[in-house]
Structures are given as structure tokens and as C-alpha cells.
């Protein structure tokens, strides 16, 4: 086996200087150059917004009497009781739902889904914010689909009415169907799952909002239905 020269080997590269250049190596884009500092920038808006708060609460309560009723009568409740106005939204539910749905389980599972929101990434950060809509809309439901199972199993719907087992199953299905429906390549766009994102969110503020404003102005002995006027 002949040797290879040295200087012939195919596998050696040769490198050669070709001259300086002076001056200074280009700088590089900084990755933080568009982010600032949480303090005192974020922090001082902050403060500044509730001063700003605060200082409107004490002059409106120095203004205006806080709207309070008379004294509480043991042996005189009120037609309707309603609750304070941030569970208002749940009291309303129970107008269509059993107890154990509009007021431990539907409280517990938005609590839930809620802290498990910062842990979604991508497409299937869709998943919990649409989940929670579905679990204030379809409570709503529960009487409608109870009725129609009542229809063709009037035992078994009697003897799974306090459970709200209509409930239960709808929210099983609508999981299910989320989770098929995010697999989709609708959602392979990440400026649309932001922009689906932050609608869900809004529709789901809005309709517990409505739910508030119905149990506050719209309700009135026996849970009826009346107008504000009357």
C-alpha cells in the first residue's frame, strides 16, 4: 500500500489570513432590548392605580350611604333571600340545576380548571377556557335534557335528578369533543388560538355578568321572574 504525501491528504484543510480590519466586532440584537423591569415600572402602576382606588372609595363613602337594610329578623326572612352580588351568578344557576351541581360541584370545577390554565401550552391552552364555558352554559341546560330523559327513563332520571347526572354527561361529551375538536388544523395558527383565546374568555365573563344582573334586578318572590319596574 502506497503512503499518502504529506500535504496530500485529502481530509487536511488548509486556512490562510487575509488581512485585519480594524474597528469593532458588530453588536449583537440584546433579547431583552423590548422588555423592561417589572420594578418599578409595573410595580409603580400599581401603587399609583390603587391610590387611585382607594381614594375613590373613601370619598363615594363619605358621599353616599352604603345600602344597607334593617336590622335582621329571626323570624322574618326575606322573599326573595338573595345572595351577595359575586354569587349571585350560582344562586341563579340553582334556578335550573340541582343543588349539588350549581352549588358544589360547578363552584369546585371552575376553581379547578382555573388554576390549571398557566399550564396549557399551544392549541391546548383553548382547552380549559372553553371548558369553563361550557361548565356555565350547560347547567343551564340540565332541565331541558333531564325532561327528555324523563321522557323514555322516567325511573332512572327520577332517582339521578339530585346528582344532575344530565350535567355530568354533557360535560363528559363536551371534553371529549374539545379535545378532538383542538386537533384540528384550524388551530395550527398560534395568532388565532390568541385571538379564540381571549374571546372565550370575554363570552365566559359576559355570561356570568348576565347571570349577576338577572338574579340582582330580575327576580323577585319565589325566584319569579320580574321586570325592574314593577
Known amino acids: 500500500m502506497a503512503s499518502v504525501p504529506p500535504g496530500n491528504n485529502p481530509k487536511e484543510k488548509e486556512y490562510g489570513l487575509l488581512g485585519f ?13 423590548d422588555r423592561v423591569s417589572s420594578y418599578p415600572h409595573l410595580v409603580a402602576r400599581e401603587f399609583l392605580a390603587f391610590g387611585l382606588m382607594l381614594a375613590t372609595l373613601l370619598v363615594v363613602s363619605f358621599l353616599f ?19 351577595p352580588w ?16 350549581s352549588g ?30 361550557a361548565a356555565i ?13 324523563h321522557s323514555v327513563a322516567p325511573g332512572f332520571a327520577d ?15 363536551a371534553a371529549f ?3 378532538k375538536l383542538l386537533l384540528s388544523p384550524y388551530f395550527d395558527d398560534e ?14 365573563v359576559g355570561i356570568v355578568f348576565v347571570l349577576v344582573m338577572i338574579g340582582q334586578f330580575f327576580r323577585g318572590p319565589e325566584w319569579r321572574w320580574v321586570w325592574p319596574w314593577q
Open 21 to 33: 480590519i480594524e474597528g469593532h466586532p458588530s453588536n449583537l440584537p440584546d433579547p431583552d432590548a
Open 65 to 83: 350611604d352604603a345600602p344597607l337594610e334593617e336590622l335582621a329578623n329571626p323570624a322574618k326572612t326575606p322573599n326573595p333571600a338573595k345572595a
Open 86 to 101: 359575586y354569587f349571585l351568578s350560582l344562586q341563579e344557576m340553582l334556578h335550573y340545576a340541582p343543588p349539588f351541581i
Open 104 to 133: 358544589v360541584f360547578i363552584p369546585g370545577l371552575l376553581v379547578v380548571v382555573m388554576c390549571t390554565i398557566p399550564y396549557w401550552r399551544g392549541r391546548m391552552v383553548l382547552m380549559p377556557i372553553t371548558f369553563l364555558l
Open 137 to 149: 352554559i350547560l347547567p343551564l341546560l340540565d332541565g331541558i335534557v333531564w325532561a327528555m330523559l
Open 159 to 173: 332517582a339521578t335528578r339530585s346528582y344532575g347526572f344530565p350535567t355530568f354527561i354533557m360535560l363528559i361529551v
Open 177 to 179: 369533543a374539545l379535545g
Open 191 to 204: 395568532a388565532r388560538v390568541e385571538r379564540l383565546r381571549t374571546k372565550l374568555f370575554l363570552t365566559f
